[in-house]
């Protein structure tokens, strides 16, 4: 078995595209929500809050004929990725090209916009705006073979779009393929691009936030005036690498991947199940070779819907008790869906970086019928962290769990 470290890191969030950035937001504890005035002419649906990248810029050297074929997640996820490349000191390496990196990336759809053209076909009768990119950019497995077409990558190709685990799955099959010798090096991570057809999705099951006139004050994981979660939207790339290439040619680590497991509920399309997400934890740490008081903290789907807070809180508990710190990043950026694993994985290690976990934002009384956890409130928390959880859950019943450890 080989181990697996993960020597760079990029994202591109409604927090900031620098860790620096995102560190200083979070550390002003303040979320990215804000109303979306061009939703309210949506007949019909009930909340118009958002938190959107609001900045995100293409360099000069992606031109017409290299993105033709993205529409915004997989731009985003390609980007992210160049970003991570540069990191990890690999963006300019040619051994990149020879089959020796793979990628494992996921999005919950392609692009929205895109499918706007074929919808219209059916009302319509005609082929207008419909042309030889708009599938390409439509297609779910947009941002995998968009980053491989961009940079000439020849190795295994794993799209993974399972909704919101896509990203966390993602960095899975990535530290799997790595620690069966199958690739030395992976990108993984997930994208997701803000659109209206999302959030009409999340209204027609009355799960999104319609605190229309107070959008700092939600979404707010596991309390009890939660009222559904708010939608996102970014990209995270993550370098994996097996241990002994990346210190052989002296590659920066930030953290090394110890355990992940990924079950299914088999039981609802939209209801979570207590007993297998359960399952999905224990068998990380089991597959990490450690027992529950290691974890130091944990990172919470924590998405804000009443079902999902407390059977991911009941989970939690049956083997966490009420001993490890946890708190949920969707509270400052909202759901990014097929991005989210990605995102939190990668702020969660920044964090156990810098001994530091942020609180959960408008955690102010948790709700009874959430089981008594370790909720990080009001002010954040130093923790000299060796092993840190990363948990998240999808429509479908499918439950992920990822472990990361220190890297020394």
Known sequence: ???????????????????????????????????????????GL??????????????????????????KVALLATRA???ALLDAKLLDDTEIKTGAMGIAYGSSSGSPDALKHFLRMHYDYKVKGINANTYLQMMPQTTAV???VFFQLKGRIIPVNSACTSGSQSIGYAYESIKY?????????????????????????L???????????????????????????????????EREHAIARGAPIYAEITGYHSNSDGTHITQPNVATMQVAMQQALDNAGISANKIAYINAHGTATERGDIAESQATYNIFSDQTPISSLKSYLGHTLGACGAIESYISIQMMNENWFCPTLNL???DN????????????????????????FAFGGINTSLIFKRWH
């Open 369 to 392: 019928a959430c089981a008594h956890l370790a909720y990080i409130r009001q002010q954040g928390c130093q923790i000299d962290a060796e092993y840190i959880m990363n948990n998240n």
């Open 146 to 148: 968009n980053i491989g």
């Open 207 to 241: 799960a999104t936030s319609t605190q229309n006139d107070s959008p700092k004050d939600t979404p707010r994981p596991f309390d009890k005036m939660r009222d559904g979660l708010v939608l996102g939207e970014g990209a995270c790339t993550l370098i994996l690498e």
């Open 1 to 43: 078995m080989k181990r697996v470290v993960i020597t760079g890191m990029s994202a591109i969030t409604a927090l900031g595209s620098e860790w620096k950035d995102i560190y200083k937001q979070l550390k002003k504890k303040e979320n990215t929500v804000k109303i979306m005035p061009e939703w309210q002419q949506y007949e």
């Open 46 to 71: 009930q909340s118009y809050l958002a938190s959107p990248i609001e900045d995100f810029e293409l360099p000069s050297h992606y031109t017409r004929k290299k993105t033709r074929s993205m529409g």
């Open 364 to 366: 102010d009384n948790p």
């Open 181 to 205: 010798g199958l690739q030395s090096m992976m990108i993984a991570g997930g994208a997701e691009e803000l659109d209206i057809t999302q959030v009409a999705i999340f209204n027609t099951l």
């Open 81 to 83: 990725t160049e970003c």
